[in-house]
């Protein structure tokens, strides 16, 4: 593979960019901007001992995105040379007059100023300079561990890699270039006996864990040193206790409640969705823009926190694909709600001025659209000890199963891999299928402890779908394991 945009590639893209925003400008465009980049991906698995996927790709493309009469208009090519570009900056005029039309109002679109910046993530060892050769050497070597026991039947572990690289040219005359660096791995297996299958996951049952790093990240996970335990505890969940049904405190992991906080409050709170401009994938959202006025979401402890500068985080970057700086801000504080998460277009429905840079397109051949930022559960002062001691009725629920959520964001039941009973604050009986069920503000009102930062980890989610076309994006939720009282258990679906 070919290393980041070289300077002189970097110059051909801006050439070809301020070409499309003549081009688009010539044609009748109010506003233009153009993203020309590249994007490498590299991703391999491991199933039962032999090599499942290998994919090493490489996609080069460009987005041209106008604005007539306050009608948007996109259009976007693969082949970044001249006419191609003038062609597609040209679609994208046609569109936006065609818009014009159609469309039921005019766009307002939130200032920022013209910034001119170059931004890299960080890492310390580039993955795509590791050789294929160790990596296959350290997923198989994991493999072999998860496989030693005669109940494993099923076996993954896997890693992947992306690069991408970007030139963002606006009309008002912003110029960013930005460098992006992640990683991920993990590992999985399925236990199976006469009518009992249980799988168990590290670190994370997203396909492991994802995080805007370099290649130490693999390293950092010890795959191979955690294998014999999630081995061991797929077998013992073969033969554990049911979830028992009713109502009891629960402590749920970091990674499973990164899972809630994506689905319960980064969905909820996307202002297009919340205007009814999204309604894809269990679309829109029970926070109206009435909640402004101070909505109870949880309780006095929770503070939740989007972040686009959070180092590490899968939605970190220096701007959005509006152009806009990365911030941070508090969706909910102290229990109660504080703000959406916007992009240039929708800001101006919680009356504000300027976007909270939430905008973002899966390479540069897809339109941007509000995505989730990372989105954290700020640390309490508990240790993770400690909680368990203070807890005299409860379960401990660790890695996402299964789950679903209404189309309101409001009404909500997760499965996940690991239960364990917590009887007079002690761990007691192993718990398989541990479910809970509840309503979003009510769950959140009754958190009532929170571990302390030393326990708190970024939880990478590379897979979520938004929009038609479906894009995937991809963010991280911060959280540690946290306790909410008095929930439905053992509920099935
Ligand atoms: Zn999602």
């Known amino acids: 593979m070919s290393a980041v945009a070289t300077p002189t590639e970097t110059a051909l893209w801006r050439e070809l960019g301020l070409r499309a925003l003549d081009v688009a400008q010539r044609g009748g465009a109010d506003w233009a901007d153009v993203r020309l980049g ?63 039309r159609a469309g039921p109002g005019r766009l307002q679109w939130a200032g920022e100023p013209a910034h001119r910046d170059v931004w890299t993530s960080t890492y310390l060892v580039d993955p795509f300079a590791v050789s294929l050769e160790k990596k ?27 690069r991408e690289s970007q030139l963002f040219l606006s009309s008002e005359g912003a110029d960013i270039e930005q460098r992006v660096v992640r990683s991920g ?37 010890d795959l191979v040193g955690n294998a014999e335990r999630c081995r061991d505890e797929a077998i013992e969940l073969l033969s554990a206790d049911p979830c028992p049904v009713g109502e009891t405190d629960i402590i749920l992991s970091g990674d499973q409640l990164a899972l809630q906080i994506h689905e319960s409050v980064g969905h909820a709170t996307e202002l297009d969705r919340v205007q009814g401009w999204e309604a894809n994938f269990a679309g829109t959202s029970f926070m109206d823009t009435g909640k402004l006025d101070g909505f109870r979401y949880g309780s006095d402890i929770v503070n939740l926190v989007a972040d686009a500068t959070v180092p590490g985080g899968l939605a970190t970057v220096g ?101 364990r009973e917590i009887k007079n604050g002690q761990f007691g009986r192993l718990l398989k299928n541990p479910t809970y069920q509840g309503l979003t503000p009510q769950f959140w009102s009754a958190c009532d402890a929170i571990c302390a930062p030393e326990e708190w980890r970024l939880w990478g989610v590379p897979n979520c ?29």
């Open 38 to 100: 590249r994007v490498e991906v590299e991703e391999i698995a491991i199933r039962n001992g032999r090599v499942a996927r290998l994919e090493q790709s490489e996609q080069a493309g460009f987005g041209v995105r106008v604005l007539v009469d306050g009608a948007h208009g996109f259009a976007s090519g693969f082949d970044v040379t001249p006419d191609e570009v003038e062609r597609v900056a040209n679609l994208a005029v046609r569109i936006a007059k065609a818009g014009r």
């Open 185 to 221: 791995a993990g590992i999985s297996c399925v236990a199976h006996t006469d009518g009992e299958t249980q799988v168990r996951s590290y670190p994370a049952a997203f396909g492991g864990n994802f995080m805007s790093v370099g290649y130490e990240l693999v390293g950092s996970l």
């Open 465 to 493: 779908g938004k929009g038609q076309p479906m894009q995937t994006a991809e963010m991280s939720h911060g959280a540690a394991p946290t306790r909410f009282r008095k929930q439905a258990v053992g509920v099935r679906a």
């Open 319 to 419: 701007y959005d694909d509006d152009g806009v700086r990365s911030q941070r801000w508090h969706i909910v504080q102290d229990g109660k709600f504080a703000a959406y998460q916007t992009s240039r277009d929708v800001a101006h429905f919680e009356n504000n001025e300027r976007s909270r840079g939430c905008s973002r397109a899966e390479g540069m051949w897809n339109v941007p659209i509000v995505r989730i930022s990372n989105l954290s559960l700020m640390p309490g002062s508990w240790t993770f000890d400690d909680l368990v001691a203070d807890t005299e009725d409860g379960i401990y629920m660790a890695g996402v199963k299964c789950w679903s959520i209404d189309q309101q964001r409001l009404n909500f039941q997760f499965t996940c891999e690991y239960g």
């Open 136 to 162: 296959l050497d350290l997923l198989m070597r994991a493999d072999k561990v998860l496989r030693t026991k005669p109940e494993i039947t099923a076996t993954s572990c896997s890693m992947s890699f992306r």
